[in-house]
């Protein structure tokens, strides 16, 4: 199952187009998650302690997980999220919060280093941007814990960038992008 993680608001976003486009290449059927139609909160106090007291016990049941579970479960992912604030919107960042549970997405060793658990294989990163893109705090976060946490080995960026400067041809270089 091929996971799509739409973190684009706008109805005519450019992100979304593009996301389209590597769904439509990669050709497989998949679930789209629409992240600005769930009501997905960061972590309270009140939580995190549940969630933590829940991880402890071992029981996985609770619906805070299936987020985590349906993340874990899929063998490619692709994440939609334009590129604001030399970011990406804020709730990818709830979602991340959300899913990152140790025992379903991630692992640790005997030495204390994580281990993933994700069975995908992929994840696409497609991102647009009106100026010039930097990834570090974007691609760079979502990268990392990808490989590093999760186990997703293969991470690609798919981005189209310098949409909105005068004298670019913001359609074109969509069409370039992937």
């Known amino acids: 199952m091929t996971l799509y993680i739409n973190c684009c608001v706008r109805e005519e976003s450019r992100t979304n187009r593009l996301a389209n486009a590597v769904l439509k290449?990669?050709?497989?059927?998949?679930?789209?998650?629409?992240l600005y139609e769930k009501n997905l909160q960061p972590l309270s106090k009140e939580s995190l302690e549940r969630r933590t007291a829940l991880?402890?016990?071992?029981?996985?049941?609770?619906?805070?997980?299936?987020?985590?579970?349906?993340?874990?479960?899929?063998d490619i992912i692709v994440i939609a999220a334009p590129y604001?604030?030399?970011?990406?919107?804020?709730?990818?960042?709830?979602?991340?919060?959300?899913?990152?549970?140790?025992?379903?997405?991630?692992?640790y060793d005997e030495n204390g280093m994580p281990r993933g658990m994700c069975k995908a294989q992929k994840l696409?990163?497609?991102?647009?941007?009106?100026?010039?893109?930097?990834?570090?705090?974007?691609?760079?976060?979502?990268?990392s814990l990808a490989k590093d946490f999760f186990g997703i080995p293969e991470v690609n960026l798919?981005?189209?960038?310098?949409l909105d400067i005068a004298g670019n041809n913001a359609e074109e270089i969509l069409l370039q992008a992937f």
Do not use: C, H
């Not at 798919?158 to 310098?162: D, L, R, S, T």
């Open 25 to 34: 290449k990669l050709g497989n059927e998949y679930t789209e998650l629409k």
């Open 55 to 74: 991880i402890r016990q071992g029981d996985y049941s609770d619906r805070m997980f299936d987020f985590a579970k349906q993340f874990a479960a899929a």
């Open 84 to 107: 604001w604030d030399l970011s990406f919107p804020a709730p990818l960042k709830t979602y991340i919060e959300n899913i990152y549970i140790t025992g379903i997405v991630s692992e």
């Open 124 to 143: 696409y990163y497609v991102t647009t941007a009106g100026g010039p893109y930097d990834p570090t705090y974007s691609y760079g976060y979502i990268e």
């Open 158 to 162: 798919v981005k189209a960038e310098m």
